[in-house]
């Protein structure tokens, strides 16, 4: 069975996301081994506040999984409450975020630790914005007949890209906020 050219050109995509990302993570990598005190002395991190903020994505993608399930079977209403579920959660991982980057004692210019921290952050909140709107057009779509029963596939890749944003941000969490 051949992919869907939707779902196949997402997937080609995520793939070149997972490149970006995987460059930023081998800058961080690298300074981390180049450096005798990592993160630098003053650098407090949330690691509660980020924790929480984790297991926010996790709830937004399970419950996408839900929502894909239920399209499946027909249960528009139920899928329509899970992703808008996933929206809510998604929002307040956004907050949590942008709270932490007021709190923080450094910036982005301070040093290299700060330049790589917001660099993938940043772009990782960035994805989640971008996942957000995502997700809205999806619940939007559901209300159209059309969605419902012929364009499954748009849906399938939407829920990649959010699974994706999830994954993606397990590695920056384990390695900023756990490894340091």
């Not at 993608?61 to 409450?81: G, P």
């Amino acid at each position: 069975m051949r992919a869907h050219p939707l779902v196949f050109g997402t997937v080609l995509f995520l793939a070149s996301e997972l490149m970006f990302f995987a460059a930023l993570f081998a800058s961080y990598y690298d300074l981390r081994a180049n450096r005798a005190s990592w993160p630098p002395p003053g650098v407090h991190l949330d690691v509660l506040e980020s924790t929480i903020g984790t297991a926010l994505l996790l709830v937004s993608s399970i419950v996408m999984v839900l929502a894909a399930k239920a399209m499946d079977r027909q249960r528009i209403a139920a899928a329509r409450w899970w992703t808008a579920s996933a929206v809510i959660a998604a929002i307040a991982f956004i907050a949590l975020s942008i709270h932490g980057y007021l709190k923080n004692t450094f910036t982005i210019a301070t040093n290299a630790y700060g330049s790589i921290y917001y660099a993938m952050t940043g772009f990782h909140l960035l994805h989640v914005t971008v996942g957000v709107g995502i997700l809205l057009a999806l619940l939007i779509g559901m209300r159209s007949n059309a969605l419902q029963a012929y364009h499954r596939e748009a849906a399938e890749a939407m829920t990649y890209y959010w699974h994706f944003v999830f994954i993606v941000w397990i590695g920056i969490w384990a390695s900023i906020y756990l490894v340091q």
